[in-house]
């Protein structure tokens, strides 16, 4: 918006930019809490292994630990739940930031050739317009996915 000489498109980016910006800080704010949703790395992993385990020991009998058992059991299949439904909403934030770093991308491009063009008449920036709209319901469509997120801790 700076390079750009004044008139229409430098005033449309300079409106723009803090769109931009804005949408820069919110996929960064996405991301880490994205991340913070999986928990420690192998932590599903390792409880799916503890169930199996308890599994093994219920099947093979054993009535005097059966009760404390069958509670441990119940505490890691509901953990196993939570952990499973939280690497989903990661996942699925994960594949979305991706999009949204590619609009981003393609924001700057129309923007860099804007102000490439914007000596010449007619300046078209409806594309950037547009550019602009679709990351923003997409920064909506990611928000709505971490609205999603199951809350509590998972680092039992």
Not at 69 to 83: D, K, M, V
Not at 88 to 112: F, H, K, N, P
Request: aromatic share 2%; charged share 25%; with cysteine.
């Amino acid at each position: 918006a700076r390079d750009c000489p004044a008139g229409t498109v430098a005033d449309y980016l300079a409106a723009s930019a803090a769109k931009v910006d804005g949408a820069v800080e919110e996929v960064w704010a996405l991301a880490r809490s994205g991340t913070s949703l999986s928990g420690p790395p192998g932590r599903a992993d390792k409880v799916a292994q503890e169930l199996d385990q308890v599994h093994a020991t219920l099947s093979r009998g054993g009535a005097a630990e059966r009760g404390s058992l069958e509670g441990r059991e119940a505490s890691l299949a509901s953990e196993l739940r939570s952990l499973r439904r939280m690497e989903s909403v990661s996942a699925r934030l994960s594949a979305r930031l991706s999009e949204l770093t590619a609009q981003l991308e393609g924001v700057a491009a129309s923007t860099g050739e804007l102000v490439a063009k914007a000596g010449a008449g007619g300046e078209d920036l409806a594309s950037l317009s547009s550019e602009l709209a679709s990351l923003s319901k997409a920064l909506d469509e990611a928000r709505g996915i971490m609205a999603t997120a199951p809350p509590g801790d998972t680092n039992n």
